[in-house]
């Protein structure tokens, strides 16, 4: 692990982060990954068999992606080299390039490991190709978004996508045990600190261990921390989250899923989740209007109104205003009657319209504004349900050859109870017509 710190600059002995000095040095020692590192896992059968195949390692900040990329290099005997796609162009990968190529022909492997490596663009991923399948380097990947959405897709088929978790509460108590002992003494921090600066992590190891250090450094003489002393040392952390990225999709299909699963709670916990994180409420507006139809419908026929106006309301409020029609907005549709029937109605609408898509509709429901569409039969037999005895005349609106299809069936939950019975008497009230005439 010295060839990062060399890297940098620096020598050994010089002071060290604690996340630094503390860093694995076998793979065995990477917490939290124990479904990729172990025996059973992908890059433990990888390091037992003494062949590594390119991959790509997804998963949040600060979960151990730089450090398994080193100890890969280290546990198959490749010479590692680094390179972060934000600080590097084209003529920096062909450098590399060029020196794993000579280390090839002297017999020495390379595996490239390039972080970030989403911020690459199209031509520059495509530059990797030639060079993964004639095995000139291994490539190691590190990635905070979602490889499907950022990575080009012949580069996918060629590597191996890994997904790396968040650090969670087992994993964080094994990281103060190795900052302990590197310190020569125990955390000082109450168990109500512990909890409280566990939270704060976010997953995240590296932004832990700079809290942990900044307690062991603020404590000095004072001794023990308790939990108000320990909020004064940490801020609160900035909200995780990528309005352009996976975090997007991933919070407003949080959103989304709490108010059909009707839970005001949850919808109002992600919505604010969202808005801290810079979201703009506009498109959580434009989300709730849809909601509105798809989720809930006929059910509750106020939910569009009520969804429509929070979206007027907050052009004209902005904010921080404009999160009150929003937040009405949302505990209203998680809390109404829902039914997906509409939604329904619209996909099976146009599975039927494209099938007898090339059908007329009969004649006898054709205008006639010329004689000789009256002598073609346009218009013929129609009844004006309004001058009927129940203003429903029971014809038929399909097209000539195509029996009655049940496009909308409502759920029966709110207001769609009514509508439902309404259809279902006035399904019988056509049969007993059609039998009448």
Known sequence: MSDLFQAAGLDKSAPQPLAEAIRPQKLSEVVGQDHLIGADGP??????????SSVILWGPPGVGKTTIAQLLADGTGLHFEALSAVFSGVKDLRTVFEKAEHRRSMGQ????????????????????????????????????????????????SRCQVLVLEALERPSLDKLIARAEAHMGEALPLTPEGVDYLTGMAGGDGRYFLGMVED????????????????????????????????????????????????????????????????????????????IASEDIGLADPTALMVASEAARAFERLGMPEGEYPI???????????????????????????????????????LNAPTDMMKDQGYGDGYIYDHDTEHTFSGQHYFPEGVGRLKIYDPKGEGREKSVREKLAYLEGLRKRLQNKN
Do not use: C
């Open 327 to 365: 937040s009405h907005a949302v505990i209203h549709l998680a809390t109404a009657p829902k039914s997906n029937a509409v939604k329904m109605a619209i996909q099976n609408a146009k599975l039927a319209a494209r099938e007898t898509g090339h059908l007329n509709p009969p004649k006898h429901i």
């Open 215 to 290: 307690v062991y450094r603020y404590a000095g003489n004072r001794g023990t921390l308790n939990l108000a002393q320990l909020k004064k040392l940490v801020t609160t952390r900035a909200a995780a989250y990528d309005k352009a990225g996976e975090g997007h999709y991933n919070l407003i299909s949080a959103l989304h899923k709490s108010i059909r699963g009707s839970d005001p709670d949850a919808a109002m916990y992600w919505l604010m989740r969202m808005l801290q994180g810079g979201e703009d409420p506009r498109y959580i507006a434009r989300r709730l209007v849809v």
């Open 43 to 52: 890059l433990g059968r990888m390091i037992a068999s003494g062949r590594l």
């Open 109 to 156: 492997g390379t595996l490239l490991f390039v972080d970030e490596i989403h911020r690459f663009n199209k031509a520059q991923q495509d530059s990797f190709l030639p060079y993964v399948e004639k095995g000139v380097v291994t490539l190691v990947g590190a990635t905070t978004e979602n490889p499907s959405f950022e990575l080009n897709g012949a580069l996918l």
